[in-house]
């Protein structure tokens, strides 16, 4: 186990991850690419909370998580984390072959992004120097957002991450962890 960490602390890197994607959603000055990592981390994170549960080295803890691996499982049973998992999962393996979901067309289907422009202040001068020096101007911002597709349905990136904590936390409390 990495630094002696635990599942708690794997819990504590998803919420960070859901505060770094808020970010790049905006206003901010991230550029898209930043963005997307975000948003790539986001999703791996909070599924990889499933491993880290399992794998805990407190028993107590693992043997609450059997029910997240295997058939009828919790992730497959909560369309949140199932889609968390083949958006994890494609990311990893840059294609889906096969989806909790039951779609493997399962998918990050766009990136958006508004920017906007600062005003800029423009002085004319007629014979001489400016009485003032020239303010630097205010850096751009941008808001990303992206949107996923899966079963006909789409979803807000921001919103679905919003929606896995929610899930993760009703299982962490159903379980006496949280």
Same mark, same amino acid.
Not at 11 to 37: H, T, W
Not at 81 to 98: M, P, Q, S, V, Y
Not at 125 to 143: D, F, L, N, R
Not at 159 to 168: R, S
């Given at each position: 186990?990495?630094?002696? %960490? ?8 998803? @919420? $960070?991850? $859901? ?19 975000? @948003? ?39 369309? %949140? ?14 294609? @889906? ?11 990050? &289907? ?13 002085? &004319? ?17 941008? %808001?990303?957002?992206? %949107? +996923? ?14 929606? +896995?904590?929610? &899930? ?9 962890? @949280?």
């Amino acid at each position: 186990m990495p630094l002696s %960490e635990g599942w708690r602390d794997q819990y504590d890197r998803m @919420l $960070r991850s $859901r505060d770094k994607l808020i970010e790049a959603a905006g206003p901010s000055s991230i550029g898209s690419d930043e963005a997307r990592d975000r @948003l790539y981390h986001f999703f791996q994170d909070a599924f990889h909370l499933r491993d880290w549960l399992h794998n805990s080295s407190d028993p107590a803890v693992a043997a609450k998580a059997t029910g997240l691996k295997g058939p009828g499982n919790h992730i497959s049973a909560t369309p %949140e984390l199932a889609l968390c998992a083949d958006l994890c999962n494609g990311i990893k393996h840059f294609t @889906l072959t096969w989806a909790v979901t039951g779609d493997i067309g399962t998918t990050i &289907a766009s990136q958006s992004v508004s920017v906007t422009l600062q005003p800029i202040e423009v002085k &004319a001068y007629v014979g001489g120097a400016p009485t003032q020096p020239k303010a630097p101007t205010p850096p751009a911002t941008a %808001e990303h957002t992206w %949107e +996923i597709t899966s079963d006909g349905q789409t979803w807000d990136a921001v919103d679905l991450a919003d929606d +896995i904590i929610d &899930a993760w936390d009703d299982w962490l409390r159903a379980h006496g962890l @949280l």
